[in-house]
């Protein structure tokens, strides 16, 4: 059995409460939101983020930071990428050496382009930061649905320890070196299913979504490769696997969001509507900027952002991308002569 903190009671990271309590470790859950913890301690649900799924009265709740993290085998960073930084600088001092972090969060930073394990190394560089991500909506996750994700982390030892801590009959980890092209797979798709959502909002049908979904990996690898990740993380579950049920299902704020643009609503009006933090705003500028930092062509998540920061009308902006310059699919497929 380990013992292990959960920072951030929203629906993922009650998922993975769950889960863990589950498997028979020991929950501690952290809230910077008092009345949140209050809440769940009342209800044992979050009836906003994680409604109709019950938390067992076994997960200890807290608002306090420092006895949430004392002494813990692992720490799982499951707050909102806009909030990352900011949790992680709250931890100095109140972590050993060598702390083993586990980032579940999806996003990268604006002003940085950091991805979230980055940020956390940059507030506490002496901690072992990790990854664990995949196609895995809370809300499936919290009722025991079979599903698959990957561990990424420095050494195979660290990333075989999550493996053991998370794998149960119902939630199969695979391990990765490749902890940046999961990092980035798991952020980018997110702008990737706000265009996906934008044609479901303009009636597109299946043709549509199909061409996003591949057009959209390939921007995502072709970008990934060239910061160093690996291909073949993006042929898997933390790229394209992440990326299909993200734009597919309507668990996903993104998708959900982007169907109100679609529909008229402003960037604005449709996070309101939502109700929860759709991450692939904040990732949107960041994902451009990797573009141009690494000479990358996005038109995809170019046209998102001319969406949402520039007042694009998103027909105009699916009228673009049909009308781009006729190029091949794949530079790896070409004629020889």
Same mark, same amino acid.
């Given at each position: &059995?380990?013992?292990?903190?959960?920072?951030?009671?929203?629906?993922?990271?009650?998922?993975?409460?769950?889960?863990?309590?589950?498997?028979?470790?020991?929950?501690?859950?952290?809230?910077?939101?008092?009345?949140?913890?209050?809440?769940?301690?009342?209800?044992?649900?979050?009836?906003?983020?994680? %409604?109709?799924?019950?938390?067992?009265?076994?997960?200890?709740?807290?608002?306090?930071?420092?006895?949430?993290?004392?002494?813990?085998? &692992?720490?799982?960073?499951?707050?909102?990428?806009? +909030?990352?930084?900011?949790?992680?600088?709250?931890?100095?001092?109140?972590?050993?050496?060598?702390?083993?972090?586990?980032?579940?969060?999806?996003?990268?930073?604006?002003?940085?382009?950091?991805? *979230?394990?980055?940020?956390?190394?940059?507030?506490? %560089?002496?901690?072992?930061?990790?990854?664990?991500?995949? %196609?895995?909506?809370?809300?499936?996750? #919290?009722?025991?649905?079979?599903?698959?994700?990957?561990?990424?982390?420095?050494?195979?030892?660290?990333?075989?320890?999550?493996?053991?801590?998370?794998?149960?009959?119902?939630?199969?980890?695979?391990?990765?070196?490749?902890?940046?092209?999961?990092?980035?797979?798991?952020?980018?798709?997110?702008?990737?299913?706000?265009?996906?959502?934008?044609? =479901?909002?303009? #009636?597109?049908?299946?043709?549509?979504?199909?061409?996003?979904?591949?057009?959209?990996?390939?921007?995502?690898?072709?970008?990934?490769?060239?910061?160093?990740?690996?291909?073949?993380?993006?042929?898997?579950?933390?790229?394209?696997?992440?990326?299909?049920?993200?734009?597919?299902?309507?668990?996903?704020?993104?998708?959900?969001?982007?169907?109100?643009?679609?529909?008229? +609503?402003? &960037?604005?009006?449709?996070?309101?509507?939502?109700?929860?933090?759709?991450?692939?705003?904040?990732?949107?500028?960041?994902?451009?900027?990797?573009?141009?930092?690494?000479?990358?062509?996005?038109?995809?998540?170019?046209?998102?952002?001319?969406?949402?920061?520039?007042? *694009? =009308?998103?027909?105009?902006?699916?009228?673009?991308?049909?009308?781009?310059?006729?190029?091949?699919?794949?530079?790896?497929?070409?004629?020889?002569?």
């Amino acid at each position: &059995m380990s013992d292990i903190t959960i920072l951030g009671a929203g629906g993922w990271g009650l998922g993975i409460a769950i889960l863990l309590n589950n498997n028979g470790h020991k929950v501690t859950m952290w809230s910077a939101l008092e009345n949140e913890i209050e809440m769940l301690k009342k209800d044992r649900e979050n009836k906003n983020s994680l %409604p109709g799924i019950k938390i067992s009265e076994d997960i200890n709740l807290t608002s306090n930071l420092e006895q949430a993290v004392k002494d813990k085998d &692992m720490i799982i960073m499951a707050v909102a990428s806009s +909030y990352t930084r900011q949790t992680a600088a709250k931890l100095k001092g109140l972590v050993k050496e060598n702390q083993l972090i586990v980032n579940v969060a999806k996003g990268v930073e604006e002003n940085t382009l950091y991805t *979230l394990t980055e940020v956390i190394k940059d507030e506490l %560089p002496n901690a072992n930061v990790a990854v664990l991500s995949g %196609p895995s909506h809370a809300e499936e996750v #919290g009722r025991g649905m079979p599903t698959t994700c990957v561990a990424g982390a420095d050494t195979k030892e660290t990333a075989e320890y999550i493996q053991n801590v998370f794998m149960s009959n119902c939630f199969r980890v695979y391990i990765s070196s490749d902890v940046l092209g999961i990092e980035l797979g798991g952020a980018l798709k997110n702008v990737i299913a706000l265009a996906a959502g934008i044609a =479901d909002g303009l #009636g597109y049908g299946d043709n549509t979504k199909a061409a996003l979904i591949t057009r959209g990996i390939n921007e995502i690898g072709r970008l990934g490769v060239a910061m160093g990740g690996k291909i073949d993380t993006f042929a898997g579950l933390t790229g394209i696997g992440d990326l299909i049920v993200t734009c597919a299902s309507m668990h996903s704020r993104n998708r959900r969001a982007g169907i109100l643009i679609g529909k008229g +609503y402003t &960037m604005e009006e449709a996070m309101n509507e939502v109700h929860m933090v759709v991450e692939g705003v904040y990732s949107a500028k960041a994902a451009l900027a990797l573009g141009k930092k690494y000479n990358v062509q996005l038109p995809i998540i170019e046209k998102v952002n001319e969406i949402l920061f520039e007042g *694009l =009308d998103a027909g105009q902006a699916v009228s673009d991308l049909m009308l781009r310059n006729k190029t091949v699919e794949s530079l790896g497929v070409l004629w020889q002569t």
